[in-house]
């Protein structure tokens, strides 16, 4: 990778490094080691209610690192490495089986994420599976969720993910041009996505995602329209589409420092929101239905991404894996982030988080509205009735702005984002924030 100096869109409006992308609440970086023994006593405790339970499996092993990745990914592993890896998650996985707060609870929703599931060997991937369903039964599961890197299928892989149960194939193809696709380090080429795209159609998969990334390096007006339309000809069933941020952690942020450079060599944040505008134009004309910022569905009745749906109005979800995620009866925690002390701690019998926090009902009410507000609309009357608050009273100042500004539209109903507020969702949730937290980093 070298270093590129980009003209794109106003300089006001370049990418600068850190994290643009709003995933939780209250953020990451005021999590800490105190609230761990909550963490603990959360997982001790009966379910307070009926809350849909989902299971996060981390598969942290790709071929190679893109140069935007800020994953805890590993691709220098070998095999008894990666054997000693999916033993561990088993370990884990049987110590939370036998905690109270699993409440008899099956899982709503299973998300295998990454680093790259599909990197592993159909042989592992059949004994993670078979020891999840076993420990945390997943029968009657509304989705299974797996993510791929084109240049790891095979139809024997394919057809071992389809056997597992999965629902839902989310391929990261990111960009068609195969320039594009080296300057961002990506693992794949272009002759790897017709070929992997072509095997899970002939899988029968109920659900196939396409993920893209608008404005990577070296990205073009031309060949961004030309990625839309490669995706709309292949008709999968639902499409993601990210806009490009360079988070402190990657490695197109320490080439940046190298060079002394301030923006990333990336397009602007108004060119990225442009392009976005522009797939999610083209979409709709070919049938589909944008339903977030991020995703466009050709048929939201029959195509549910529950794994965002259900997370985001509140459902508990355990994180398994070396530094995953957990959201469980209102603590927030995270997994040991070291991939030895991760195994070390599971081999001794214990629970591996290493921070944590737990969250009040403000907390609650405020991370369920911004992250339902990325889905373009968020009802009025569902947080009177969960939390017994009116948002419009509790946000006045912040609805009030995004009003004024023309990004949204206020109803006795609730708040609809225009496409233009859409486009730059993650940018305005920090004013939803409690003051603590508005100049926090999100990591």
Same mark, same amino acid.
């Given at each position: 990778?070298?270093?590129?100096?980009?003209?794109?869109?106003?300089?006001?409006?370049?990418?600068?490094?850190?994290?643009?992308?709003?995933?939780?609440?209250?953020?990451?970086?005021?999590?800490?080691?105190?609230?761990?023994?909550?963490?603990?006593?959360?997982?001790?405790?009966?379910?307070?209610?009926?809350?849909?339970?989902?299971?996060?499996?981390?598969?942290?092993?790709?071929?190679?690192?893109?140069?935007?990745?800020?994953?805890?990914?590993?691709?220098?592993?070998?095999?008894?490495?990666?054997?000693?890896?999916?033993?561990?998650?088993?370990?884990?996985?049987?110590?939370?089986?036998?905690?109270?707060?699993?409440?008899?609870?099956?899982?709503?929703?299973?998300?295998?994420?990454?680093?790259?599931?599909?990197?592993?060997?159909?042989?592992?991937?059949?004994?993670?599976?078979?020891?999840?369903?076993?420990?945390?039964?997943?029968?009657?599961?509304?989705?299974?969720?797996?993510?791929?890197?084109?240049?790891?299928?095979?139809?024997?892989?394919?057809?071992?993910?389809?056997?597992?149960?999965?629902?839902?194939?989310?391929?990261?193809?990111?960009?068609?041009?195969?320039?594009?696709?080296?300057?961002?380090?990506?693992?794949?080429?272009?002759?790897?996505?017709?070929?992997?795209?072509?095997?899970?159609?002939?899988?029968?998969?109920?659900?196939?995602?396409?993920?893209?990334?608008?404005?990577?390096? *070296?990205?073009?007006?031309? !060949?961004?329209? &030309?990625?839309? #339309?490669?995706?709309?000809?292949? @008709?999968?069933?639902?499409?993601? =589409?990210?806009?490009?941020?360079?988070?402190?952690?990657?490695?197109?942020?320490?080439?940046?420092?190298?060079?002394?450079?301030?923006?990333?060599?990336?397009?602007?944040?108004?060119?990225?929101?442009?392009?976005?505008?522009?797939?999610?134009?083209?979409?709709?004309?070919?049938?589909?239905?944008?339903?977030?910022?991020?995703?466009?569905?050709?048929?939201?009745?029959?195509?549910?991404?529950?794994?965002?749906?259900?997370?985001?109005?509140?459902?508990?979800?355990?994180?398994?894996?070396?530094?995953?995620?957990?959201?469980?009866? *209102?603590?927030?925690?995270? !997994?040991?982030? &070291?991939?030895? #002390?991760?195994?070390?701690?599971? @081999?001794?019998?214990?629970?591996? =988080?290493?921070?944590?926090?737990?969250?009040?009902?403000?907390?609650?009410?405020?991370?369920?509205?911004?992250?339902?507000?990325?889905?373009?609309?968020?009802?009025?009357?569902?947080?009177?009735?969960?939390?017994?608050?009116?948002?419009?009273?509790?946000?006045?100042?912040?609805?009030?702005?995004?009003?004024?500004?023309?990004?949204?539209?206020?109803?006795?109903?609730?708040?609809?984002?225009?496409?233009?507020?859409?486009?730059?969702?993650?940018?305005?949730?920090?004013?939803?924030?409690?003051?603590?937290?508005?100049?926090?980093?999100?990591?």
């Amino acid at each position: 990778m070298t270093a590129v100096t980009t003209t794109l869109g106003d300089p006001a409006e370049g990418t600068r490094p850190g994290n643009y992308f709003v995933s939780n609440y209250p953020p990451y970086s005021v999590w800490d080691t105190a609230s761990i023994a909550r963490a603990l006593e959360a997982l001790d405790s009966p379910p307070a209610a009926a809350n849909p339970l989902g299971v996060y499996l981390h598969v942290p092993f790709c071929r190679k690192r893109c140069h935007f990745c800020y994953f805890k990914v590993y691709t220098d592993k070998n095999a008894g490495e990666v054997e000693g890896y999916i033993e561990t998650m088993v370990e884990e996985m049987k110590l939370h089986a036998a905690k109270p707060f699993i409440g008899g609870r099956k899982p709503s929703f299973v998300y295998f994420g990454g680093g790259t599931p599909s990197y592993i060997s159909t042989t592992q991937l059949g004994r993670l599976a078979e020891a999840a369903k076993r420990l945390l039964p997943w029968d009657e599961a509304e989705e299974v969720a797996f993510e791929c890197e084109p240049g790891t299928i095979t139809e024997p892989k394919l057809k071992a993910i389809k056997e597992i149960g999965v629902t839902r194939l989310s391929l990261g193809i990111e960009n068609y041009n195969d320039e594009i696709l080296k300057a961002n380090g990506r693992a794949h080429l272009s002759k790897e996505i017709d070929r992997s795209y072509a095997y899970a159609r002939s899988a029968g998969f109920e659900a196939i995602n396409i993920d893209l990334i608008a404005g990577m390096v *070296g990205e073009t007006e031309e !060949n961004w329209r &030309e990625c839309v #339309r490669k995706t709309i000809d292949l @008709a999968p069933e639902s499409v993601t =589409v990210y806009q490009m941020e360079v988070p402190y952690n990657t490695t197109i942020f320490k080439e940046m420092k190298v060079f002394g450079q301030e923006v990333a060599p990336v397009a602007s944040w108004q060119l990225k929101r442009e392009w976005v505008k522009y797939a999610f134009a083209e979409l709709e004309k070919a049938g589909y239905t944008v339903g977030s910022a991020y995703t466009a569905v050709k048929d939201p009745q029959k195509t549910k991404f529950l794994y965002r749906d259900l997370l985001w109005r509140g459902a508990d979800m355990l994180g398994l894996g070396v530094a995953s995620f957990s959201h469980v009866q *209102g603590m927030h925690f995270q !997994n040991e982030h &070291e991939f030895e #002390r991760y195994r070390e701690r599971v @081999a001794k019998g214990e629970i591996p =988080v290493c921070r944590a926090l737990e969250t009040s009902a403000d907390d609650r009410l405020i991370r369920e509205y911004i992250l339902q507000m990325k889905l373009g609309r968020v009802g009025r009357r569902y947080f009177v009735d969960k939390f017994g608050v009116d948002p419009h009273e509790r946000f006045a100042g912040a609805l009030g702005k995004l009003s004024e500004a023309g990004l949204a539209a206020v109803g006795d109903d609730g708040v609809e984002l225009t496409r233009d507020g859409l486009m730059r969702v993650d940018g305005l949730l920090h004013q939803f924030f409690r003051p603590e937290h508005q100049l926090a980093r999100r990591v």
